[in-house]
Structure formats: structure tokens, C-alpha cells
């Protein structure tokens, strides 16, 4: 899993400790202490182009009860329903081949839908169901599985697409004649309005920004089934990567323009974001089941779509299972029904449970499989540094001036002892610490590049009092002895999920710790995950889990440096204020600009090592630990890739091809469809 690039190795992180500020009784950076190896599978790798392809059947078919609404006249045939040329899924590379209709996957998830408008930034609640929604314009959840011939993003809604010669326009050829799953055209229209209408539209809170490709990036139609970006960069490959899952997955425009207030003198911006209630149902989605019903805080079901528009190389209409089901509870209980065989996924990834899922699996008689995974989940604490937005009082501000401050971040980071912490939640070589930055665990990391500061109460300690910190009334905790604060304790709201309970015991762990050398982190735990405490801009200090991709971090670029005005979430700007950036964030920008237009991965490599060489110098993010986690899926389904990861390039609900799974017949009748004979839109 680890590949270290001695080759970039010359970053001269020793002479750190020769600089400035770097006192004899200050703990200097050292190297990251190499982590326990852990039982992953090794994994079959297949060639791109046996994956899948985009290609012509001369038949196609669908499951007999579905034939049968299509004979009684009430949807087109599946042919008609299907592109010209679908996405053929090649099921020789599949573990278990070609499979049979029918059959229910059941989910859980910790989320609630916000509703179904995604195009203004909404997501669907998590736990595959926002995966199941929103398909995008490229596919990079399966590339994991990737041999290196070719290790590239896939196609989805965009089947092909060629650089121009000079390296700046890439054209990109959509599906044809495919259809959302209320039997309407997708076509450009459809990505036109989510660029022009949410990217563009500075009061759209959509998850990219015109400037996310790169400023000054263009998209126009050329024509219904052709788009074109122009990019200020040469042969900006990187770019390829954001146009996959949550940045790039366009709504259905004829449901969504009549409500933007563009269009609709009765909409405002807020009518417009929340528009698609999550009960209005079915949704409206490419995806390969829709949902169907939705019942507040207790389930969702979602059934196949009949114009989904990929195929099994036999012909085949995906997908196989005909039900998905999320029951809405919390993660948790997504470990403790699966384990129990009463649900049929976990991405177990809570610490506290892994050595009760680890018995389970041993025993013979598990109803599940267990898939270990690489070290991928990152926590973190963040310290918020914007001027602009939030915080905008004298106290906030004088806050955000200290967060902004290299050396309090520093005595931030070695109050903390990763090691202890880790180890509280679960014994073993589960977790590792974290230095923030690039994942240990990902191909690009070079252990030499970065400056890892290590657990050292006492440099915080020298550090807290150069910054001119003082206990002055004897209470244990440090006070501000100039600025508007003066006189005051040093606290500091610390924002957390309360919906995971690793994220509880970390912010356990990081106010004792704090306390340790004198700073007091109020806890603020929110009961929702971190979305709207983040967009709020509202805290000082947050732990948060980097799903964000830090372990392929080609994925996520600008989670790395402040190249837009909404990142990294520690640090953003509004669209009128942009952010006041630190001289060492201009550089992580150039950095992150020259990677996204660098061809050659070798030199790519080493560009990601210069980056993270300023990033965990500058203590940009404040790692708390990495913890590897499990796929868990119950024996009845067919086509699970052993070795699957929770988390590489997205999560395992997109990386493992839910819509290759299949269940034996005889397997099927174990749980009965909740809507047995449903098709969204159809009545019976
Ligand atoms: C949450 C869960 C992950 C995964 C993702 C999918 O983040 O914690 O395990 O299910 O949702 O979006
Ligand atoms: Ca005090």
C-alpha cells in the first residue's frame, strides 16, 4: 500500500529546527513513527478498458415484471429507455459474473436527507444514499480497483472526452439519448444549468466554485450531447478527478430551472436551495434506484430505475437488486444491525466497535464478510483562520489573529499525543497518528517531505508564554494579556459531531489535553455532522473526519490550499471577501496549481511532496489520528470484491459497484421488498 518516493526526499526538514524561534528547550520536528502493518487482502486489479465500456448490444433485457408494465402500455420498451450506446459493465471481471434480478440491499445510515436539490449543494443523507442519487459527469469510485496500465477517471454521464491539441480545451461527449428516471432527455442542458445557474451563481451554495477548475475556467455547449471546458491551464489532468461524485453531478434541469429564482419572479435563493423537500417523491436522478418512499427519521426506500442507463454484457439493464432500503438511525447502529445480520452493510469505521466486529468475523457462522482496509480515515482538529468571514467582532478577530499564528498552532499540535489517543479508543494497530496533510497511507506520501511535531507539553508551554500568555489569576487556565481580551482565560469554542462517537471521544481527549498546558477548549458538540456548523464559519476550533479524499489526494486538490474562496474549510473567504492569505498559503496555491497542470506522474509525486513539506511545516491542519476501517456485507450478495476499501477514492458505496451486486434466488425471500412490484412514476 505504501509506496515512500525516496527520489523527493531533499526537502530539508532539519533545517527547521536550525531557524528562528526554534529555542533549545523547543521540541523540533521529527520524523513520523512508522505504523504497524495491518492484514489487508491483496487485490485483483483489472485493465480500464475490461471494466466496463460504452458500446451497442444488439439485445437488451430487463427483469419479466418489468416486461410486463412495459406489454401492459405503460413505459417505453427497454431499448427505447436505454442510450444509444450504454454503459456495458463486462461481468467476466466481475468475482461472481452475470447475475439474477431481485432482491433487497439494506443500508443504514447515521444521515438525514436535506433534500434532493444537490445542484445548490444539498446532499441526500449520506450512507450511499447521496451516492445513489447523484451520478456525475466522470466515475472515480471504482478506480481503486484499477491496474497500472491505465489508472484514470471512468465514465458516467460522460462516456469519452479528448484534450485539444494545445492542451486547453478538453471536449467531453455525454450519453445519447439517456434519460432521467422520469423518462425525460439528459442531455448539456442539463450540465449547462448547473454551471451556469449554481457554480456560477455566487448566491447558489453548490460544492465547487467557478474557480475550483481554475480561475477564469469557461464550459459552453457545443452542442446537445458535447461540452467543452476551457481551462487556463495546459493539460490540467487533475481537473479530470473533480469532475466525478459531489462536484460534478448536474440535477435534473427541467425539474430545477422553473424553481431558481432566475426564472421564477416567486423564488428566492432559499426557496430555490430547499425547493425539493426530501418527502416529495420519487426523486428525480440518474442514478440506479430511486427513491421512492420516505418516512422522517425512520426509512427510505428506493426502487430500480427503470432508465438507468447501464447494462451487464449479456444486456442485461442494471441493476440487479430490484430494493434498496436505508433505515435513518445513527452509525453506530449501522455496525450493530450488520454485525447482527439484521442490515446488510458497514463501512465499520467507530474504533470502539472494531474488536466485537473483529470476533464476529471469525466466527463461522457470520452472516457477513470483513474487508480490512488501508489506514484512510483522517480526524483532525482545524483552527479556524479567516478574517473575512465569520467572527467579525473585536474578540473574533483577535481569536482568528491567534489561530493564524504558526507558533499557536504549534502549541496546539504538540499538546497532543496521538498515540494515547489513538489507543483510547481501540488497543492495536488500528490507528496511527495523523500529521495532517496527505495520508500516511496514500501511494503519494513521502515520510521524508514532511515535519511532523511531535507530543511535547513543554515546548506548547515555551510557546503559549512567548505569545504572550499568562495564568494571572492562578486557575489553571492561561490569559490574554493584551488585546481586547486581556484579562480573560484563554478559551476556545471546540466544534464536534456528536453523531459519531470517535469524534466524542477525540474531543474527550483533545480538552484534556489543551487543559494540559493551559488552554481551555469549551466543548460544542453538534448534533448534526459538521456541514452547517462549517458553513456557518461560526467556530474557533473543530474536529472534524477528512472524507474529503486525503488518501488519493489528487481527488480533492483544493482541500489542500485556499485556491477558492470556500476552501480549505479552516480557512474561507466569502464571494465578496476573499480570504487574507499568509505568505506561506500563496505558495501551497502555486503548489496546487502546478500539480493540477502536471502530465507526468512521477513529477507530479514529487510536487505533492513539496506540498505537503509546507503544509505540516505551517501545521496548516492539525492531524489527530488515521484509522484504518472495514467493508462488512452480508453473504448473500454477489460480486463483492474482496479487498474493497472503505475509503480511496471515494467511498466503498461507490467503489464497489452496488449495481453489479446480485443475490441467488433462493437467498432473495430471506427479506422481503418493502414495495414489492414499484417502479418510480408507474402506477400499477
Ligand atoms: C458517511 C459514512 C461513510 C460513508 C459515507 C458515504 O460519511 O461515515 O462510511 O457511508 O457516508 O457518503
Ligand atoms: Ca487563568
Not at 418512499?293 to 437488486?321: E, T
Not at 488585546?483 to 470517535?502: C, E, I, K, V, W
Not at 513539496?610 to 496548516?620: A, R
Request: overall charge negative.
Amino acid at each position: 500500500m505504501k509506496s515512500v518516493l525516496k527520489s523527493a526526499c531533499c526537502l530539508a526538514v532539519l533545517t527547521l529546527a536550525a531557524g528562528p524561534g526554534f529555542a533549545d528547550n523547543l521540541v523540533g520536528p521529527t520524523t513520523l513513527p512508522a505504523a504497524p502493518p495491518l492484514p489487508t487482502g491483496d487485490v485483483q486489479k483489472v485493465d480500464y478498458d475490461e471494466l466496463m465500456s460504452v458500446k451497442a448490444l444488439d439485445h437488451y433485457s430487463e427483469p419479466d415484471w418489468v416486461t410486463k408494465l412495459v406489454e401492459a402500455g405503460k413505459l417505453p420498451p427497454v431499448q427505447d429507455r436505454l442510450p444509444t450506446k450504454p454503459i456495458v459493465m463486462n461481468m467476466d471481471v466481475a468475482p461472481d459474473g452475470v447475475g439474477v434480478y431481485g432482491g433487497v440491499l439494506r443500508h443504514v445510515t447515521g444521515g438525514r436527507p436535506e433534500g434532493w436539490n444537490w445542484d445548490a449543494g444539498q446532499h441526500q443523507g449520506w450512507g450511499g444514499l447521496t451516492m445513489t442519487a447523484q451520478e456525475c459527469l466522470v466515475s472515480t469510485g471504482p478506480m481503486w480497483e484499477l491496474s497500472d496500465k491505465k489508472i484514470e477517471p471512468l465514465p458516467d454521464l460522460a462516456t469519452s472526452w479528448e484534450w485539444s491539441k494545445d492542451g486547453h480545451q478538453l471536449t467531453m461527449h455525454l450519453l445519447e439519448g439517456a434519460k432521467w428516471s422520469d423518462g425525460q432527455p439528459f442531455s448539456a442542458d442539463d450540465v449547462m444549468f448547473y454551471w451556469n445557474d449554481n457554480v456560477l451563481d455566487p448566491q447558489v451554495p453548490a460544492r465547487i466554485t467557478g474557480d475550483t477548475l481554475g480561475k477564469g475556467t469557461t464550459l459552453e455547449k457545443v452542442d446537445a450531447n458535447t461540452i467543452r471546458f476551457t481551462f487556463p491551464q495546459a493539460f490540467a489532468v487533475a481537473n479530470l478527478y473533480k469532475l466525478a461524485y459531489l462536484n460534478f453531478c448536474p440535477g435534473p434541469e427541467h425539474i430545477l430551472k422553473p424553481l431558481h429564482p432566475k426564472y421564477n419572479a416567486d423564488a428566492t435563493y432559499d426557496s430555490y436551495v430547499k425547493a425539493l423537500k426530501p418527502e416529495q417523491v420519487p426523486w428525480v436522478t440518474m442514478g440506479p434506484w430511486v427513491v421512492t418512499q420516505y418516512s422522517p427519521d425512520q426509512y427510505v426506500v428506493a426502487r430500480r430505475n427503470p432508465y438507468y442507463f447501464k447494462v451487464d454484457n449479456k444486456g442485461n439493464q442494471l441493476p440487479y437488486l430490484d430494493e434498496v432500503q436505508w433505515r435513518l438511525s445513527t452509525w453506530e447502529d449501522r455496525d450493530v444491525q450488520t454485525l447482527a445480520g439484521n442490515a446488510d452493510w458497514t463501512n465499520m469505521e467507530n474504533p470502539s466497535i472494531y474488536l466485537q466486529g473483529v470476533r464476529g468475523a471469525q466466527d463461522k457462522n457470520s452472516p457477513n464478510k470483513l474487508y480490512w482496509g488501508p489506514r484512510s480515515l483522517n480526524w483532525r482538529l482545524e483552527a479556524n483562520m479567516s478574517k473575512t468571514c465569520g467572527a467579525q467582532d473585536a474578540d473574533g478577530q483577535a481569536i482568528r489573529d491567534l489561530n493564524r499564528k504558526l507558533d499557536f498552532r504549534r502549541a496546539l499540535t504538540q499538546a497532543l499525543d496521538r498515540q494515547a489517543m489513538g489507543q483510547a479508543l481501540v488497543r492495536g494497530p488500528f490507528t496511527a497518528p495523523y500529521p495532517g496533510g496527505i495520508n500516511p497511507e496514500s501511494g503519494v506520501f513521502n515520510t521524508d517531505a514532511i515535519a511532523y511535531y511531535p507530543y511535547s507539553p513543554e515546548t506548547s508551554k515555551t510557546l503559549l508564554a512567548g505569545l504572550g500568555f499568562k495564568d494571572t489569576d492562578g486557575d489553571g487556565i492561561l490569559n490574554w494579556t493584551s488585546g481586547p481580551l486581556a484579562g480573560q482565560n484563554l478559551d476556545l469554542d471546540l466544534h464536534f459531531t456528536s453523531q459519531r462517537t470517535t469524534d466524542v471521544a477525540l474531543a474527550d481527549s483533545v480538552v484534556a489535553m489543551l487543559h494540559e498546558v493551559g488552554i481551555r477548549a469549551v466543548p460544542k458538540p453538534a448534533p448534526t455532522l459538521m456541514d452547517p456548523v462549517r458553513d456557518s464559519c461560526e467556530w474557533s476550533l473543530m474536529i472534524d473526519r477528512g472524507d474529503r479524499s486525503y488518501q488519493v489526494p489528487i481527488t480533492n486538490l483544493d482541500t489542500f490550499a485556499p485556491v477558492t474562496y470556500n476552501v480549505p474549510v479552516w480557512h474561507r473567504g466569502t464571494p465578496d471577501r476573499p480570504q487574507e492569505l499568509l505568505p506561506f498559503e500563496k505558495k501551497l496555491v502555486e503548489l496546487v496549481d502546478a500539480i493540477r497542470a502536471e502530465p507526468d506522474s512521477q513529477k507530479r509525486t514529487e510536487l505533492f511532496s513539496e506540498l505537503d513539506h509546507v503544509f505540516t511545516e505551517n501545521v496548516y491542519q492539525i492531524g489527530l489520528i488515521d484509522a484504518s476501517s472495514a467493508m462488512i456485507v452480508n453473504n448473500r450478495f454477489k460480486n463483492v470484491v474482496p479487498g474493497t476499501p472503505v475509503l480511496a477514492y471515494q467511498f466503498a458505496e461507490k467503489g464497489a459497484m452496488r449495481e453489479r451486486f446480485w443475490i441467488p434466488k433462493a437467498e432473495q425471500s430471506a427479506v422481503p421488498e418493502l414495495q414489492p412490484g414499484v417502479l418510480p412514476g408507474i402506477s400499477k
